[in-house]
């Protein structure tokens, strides 16, 4: 860490910091508002008192960046996120997730005055054959191991029967648009802030509690944090290693083609024959 005098330790930092991840399962597993509220307000507090006459107007703040964290959690908690196709729920994840995302970048550019928050599309650098083994790979995974979960555990029916051609495509657009803004708000906002203060391993593990949390109430339920959680972690690590936006979103729009294409075989027997389930 630089600016050591002005900075917390990390060990002081990751108290503050796991609190306020910690209001995700409260908001989107327990489903419970007042307690993910409660560690919201502990969290920042407690990173505030920790701070108190350590920070200048130049270094970061672990209370700003936990207050936008925590901005983006509260808009999404507004909404229920249980999987649904018409015109008013695709309104409502619009504005919701929408916010979460503009919000916070909003606040920290030109209220905060900060560029804790960004979007690196491309990094400055080709992809290399690992790059595109990893494509290869997440689509032969997905193909290999969605279906099994999906349809054996019963977890498909979280999502609303797609059997017309207009809900089929909205069920597309929609599980697109959901994957873009896991990236955006999971990697590029809660990702990139708590890395300002703590250790690159420790702010991944923190925000794929966010990103499994929300996964599950979006529907990713029974056994489906086995699946999430890697997922989540492996998003921050390639993150990390590639610095490109565009890289982690197609691997992310990648896996869910395939959850697409499970969701539409499971509520349409023999309409997708390319699954082994």
């Given at each position: 860490?630089?600016?050591?005098?002005?900075?917390?330790?990390?060990?002081?930092?990751?108290?503050?910091?796991?609190?306020?991840c910690?209001a995700?399962?409260?908001?989107?597993?327990?489903?419970?508002?007042?307690?993910?509220?409660?560690?919201?307000?502990?969290?920042?507090?407690?990173?505030?008192?920790?701070?108190r006459?350590?920070v200048?107007?130049?270094?970061?703040?672990?209370t700003?960046?936990?207050?936008?964290?925590?901005?983006?959690?509260?808009?999404?908690?507004?909404?229920?996120?249980?999987?649904?196709?018409?015109?008013?729920?695709?309104l409502?994840?619009t504005?919701?997730?929408?916010?979460?995302?503009?919000v916070?970048?909003?606040?920290s550019?030109?209220l905060?005055?900060d560029?804790?928050?960004?979007?690196?599309?491309?990094?400055?650098?080709?992809?290399?054959?690992?790059?595109?083994?990893?494509?290869?790979?997440?689509?032969?995974?997905g193909?290999?191991?969605?279906?099994?979960?999906?349809?054996?555990?019963?977890?498909?029916?979280?999502?609303?029967?797609v059997?017309?051609?207009?809900?089929?495509?909205?069920?597309?657009?929609?599980?697109?648009a959901?994957?873009?803004w896991?990236?955006?708000?999971?990697?590029?906002?809660?990702?990139?802030?708590?890395r300002?203060?703590?250790?690159?391993?420790v702010?991944?593990?923190?925000?794929?509690?966010?990103f499994?949390?929300?996964?599950?109430?979006?529907?990713?339920?029974?056994?489906?944090?086995v699946?999430t959680?890697?997922?989540?972690?492996?998003?921050?690590?390639?993150?990390?290693?590639?610095?490109?936006?565009?890289?982690?979103?197609?691997?992310?729009?990648?896996?869910?083609?395939?959850?697409?294409?499970v969701?539409?075989?499971?509520?349409?027997?023999?309409?997708?024959?390319?699954?082994?389930?």
């Amino acid at each position: 860490m630089t600016e050591a005098g002005h900075r917390l330790t990390t060990g002081a930092a990751i108290a503050p910091a796991l609190i306020v991840c910690a209001a995700a399962p409260a908001f989107f597993v327990l489903q419970v508002p007042w307690i993910g509220w409660a560690l919201i307000a502990l969290g920042v507090g407690a990173a505030w008192w920790l701070e108190r006459g350590r920070v200048t107007a130049s270094a970061p703040s672990l209370t700003r960046d936990l207050s936008l964290i925590a901005l983006g959690m509260l808009i999404v908690s507004a909404i229920p996120l249980a999987a649904e196709l018409d015109d008013l729920a695709m309104l409502r994840f619009t504005l919701a997730l929408g916010g979460a995302v503009a919000v916070p970048y909003l606040v920290s550019r030109f209220l905060y005055k900060d560029r804790g928050i960004s979007f690196p599309w491309r990094a400055h650098r080709r992809w290399g054959r690992l790059q595109w083994g990893w494509l290869v790979a997440v689509l032969v995974l997905g193909w290999l191991i969605l279906p099994f979960y999906f349809i054996t555990s019963g977890v498909y029916q979280n999502w609303p029967v797609v059997d017309t051609p207009e809900l089929i495509a909205r069920l597309f657009v929609g599980v697109g648009a959901v994957g873009i803004w896991d990236e955006l708000f999971f990697i590029c906002t809660v990702f990139a802030l708590l890395r300002r203060h703590l250790p690159d391993g420790v702010a991944n593990a923190l925000q794929a509690i966010v990103f499994v949390s929300f996964l599950w109430e979006l529907g990713y339920r029974a056994w489906g944090p086995v699946l999430t959680i890697p997922f989540a972690l492996l998003q921050g690590f390639i993150f990390l290693r590639t610095h490109s936006l565009a890289y982690v979103v197609t691997v992310h729009l990648l896996f869910d083609a395939v959850v697409f294409g499970v969701l539409v075989h499971a509520h349409n027997p023999g309409l997708l024959p390319i699954f082994l389930v």
